[in-house]
């Protein structure tokens, strides 16, 4: 594998071919998804600073394990890019500085490359050095004279400073991401110390704060969060998302009044009127595509699953006035993903990289 600085696009899951080959194994179709993996790997591998779950080789072995042709020089490079942000991680630890989103988020972080290391037919031993980091998060950090959460960050996604710091709160670049995937993990029995005691505060911190996109200063200094704005319900950002990783959390917790809530969560929002007029598009990261998969995973962990065939109907419905208007081809923003959801199969157990599954 050749590592490279700045590699091209075609390495991108979210929007190049690799994601696009996710649906053609989805299907069945390998040799269409061979020919867009030779063009995603065409200008070498990243395994580099900028690898994760969604860019270069981490990225790479999660298609390749959807067809279950996952090389060992590709899951020895992940490995090393495991390796690479977990020494980082720790000298900032050590340092005593806040941490980056992308330390630790499911896009570009850790949360991602441990979804990944669970998703391997055989445990691996990175996976049992990457839940103790997102653990660590759990503890507090002292930070101009004040305690904040150990995920507590001065930068946004965009990489912009936040007056104060924030808590980002979402599946995507927030602690929902980790809440996830400490869950998933305890529910195959991939345990470390702390955990439990980990999934319990973060699911804790998206009770009080969960109803937004991110946490200020401003909101830490009230004696009560304010209320939140109509948003736009999604996967990425949004109540959706953060109560299918409350749901996942209780699931691992045995919390069947957590449960109940997350559940509830889910169904109000997504027959909302108010809050489904804040979907504009067909989209996996921030549509319907999203919705629609998200919903099934509640479902098909609910004990009253008929609950929400209605909402799986009617999201599906608007997935398929929507999908046509959607511009891009790719996974996360494009037709690819979305007819995926459409299709609504996952032999490959392709909606794991969305921390649902």
Not at 28 to 33: E, Y
Not at 248 to 266: H, S
Request: glycine share 10%; charged share 20%; net charge positive.
């Amino acid at each position: 594998m050749t590592a490279t600085t700045l590699p091209p696009r075609t390495q991108d899951l979210s929007e190049g071919p690799l994601g696009i080959a996710l649906l053609d194994i989805e299907r069945g179709d390998l040799a269409v998804a061979r020919r867009r993996l030779a063009q995603a790997v065409a200008h070498g591998v990243s395994a580099g600073g900028n690898a994760s779950l969604f860019h270069g080789a981490p990225a790479l072995e999660f298609v390749l394990a959807r067809a279950g042709h996952t090389g060992v020089d590709v899951r020895e490079g992940v490995d090393r890019v495991v390796n690479a942000r977990l020494a980082a991680a720790r000298r900032r630890q050590s340092s005593g500085a806040l941490p980056h989103l992308a330390e630790w988020d499911h896009i570009r972080g850790l949360a991602g490359l441990g979804a990944l290391l669970l998703t391997r037919p055989v445990p691996s031993p990175r996976l049992t050095d990457v839940l103790p980091h997102l653990v660590s998060l759990a503890q507090p950090v002292r930070c101009g004279g004040r305690l904040l959460p150990g995920w507590w960050s001065a930068v946004g996604p965009d990489g912009e400073k936040v007056a104060g710091g924030h808590s980002n709160n979402g599946m995507a670049h927030g602690i929902a991401g980790p809440l996830a995937v400490l869950s998933l993990a305890a529910r195959h029995d991939v345990l470390v110390p702390g955990q439990r005691e980990a999934i319990g505060i973060f699911a804790s911190w998206l009770d009080r704060y969960g109803g937004h996109y991110w946490t200020t200063r401003a909101h830490l200094d009230a004696a009560e969060p304010p209320e939140p704005g109509l948003a736009r319900p999604s996967w990425c950002y949004g109540r959706p998302g953060i109560a299918r990783a409350q749901q996942l959390a209780a699931l691992a917790l045995g919390d069947r009044a957590r449960r109940q809530i997350a559940e509830d969560t889910v169904l109000r929002t997504l027959t909302e009127p108010a809050h489904l007029a804040r979907i504009t598009d067909a989209t996996l990261c921030h549509g319907w595509a999203g919705l629609v998969t998200l919903a099934r995973a509640v479902a098909a962990d609910s004990p009253a699953a008929e609950r929400f065939t209605p909402v799986i109907d009617d999201l599906r419905q608007r997935l398929t006035t929507g999908l046509d208007h959607l511009s891009k081809p790719g996974f996360m923003e494009g037709r690819s993903g979305a007819q995926l959801a459409l299709d609504g199969t996952n032999a490959t157990n392709w909606t794991s990289v969305l921390l649902i599954t």
